[in-house]
């Protein structure tokens, strides 16, 4: 049964496949959805300031998952963010948390990993 969200899950991914497949992945399981292939574009558009949860890649060209998620910050919007990573590293899962993301998943993850991650994000309970 889908988490019921009052807000739009936004997506942040530089690789097109992925991004879609995160895009319907979350449609699927009855979440709306925006995506974005930076994080300048996400940062841009405004949408942040709105959104249930934000899952964004690590590794970004220009500005990073984890420099967007200081960004946001920074401009006082405070959605949960998930990071997704293939350069998956203790101190980036380290660093990625004590910088305020609410959930770390490394590339590949299961469907339903990204699901649960979503859903304690946005309950605001930090992943076992």
Known sequence: MPLSLT???L?????DSMRQAIQRLLNAAGFKTEAYAS?????ADG?????????????LPGISGLELLTALRTRGHWPPVVL??????????????RRGASGYLAKPFRSRDLLDAIELA???RSPP
């Open 84 to 97: 997704v990573t293939a350069h998956d590293s203790i101190e980036v899962r380290n660093e990625a948390m």
């Open 7 to 9: 807000g739009v899950i």
């Open 11 to 15: 997506v942040v991914e530089d690789d």
């Open 39 to 43: 994080s300048e574009a996400l940062l």
């Open 122 to 124: 946005v309950q605001g």
């Open 47 to 59: 949408r942040a300031a709105f959104a249930a949860c934000v899952v964004s890649d690590y590794k």
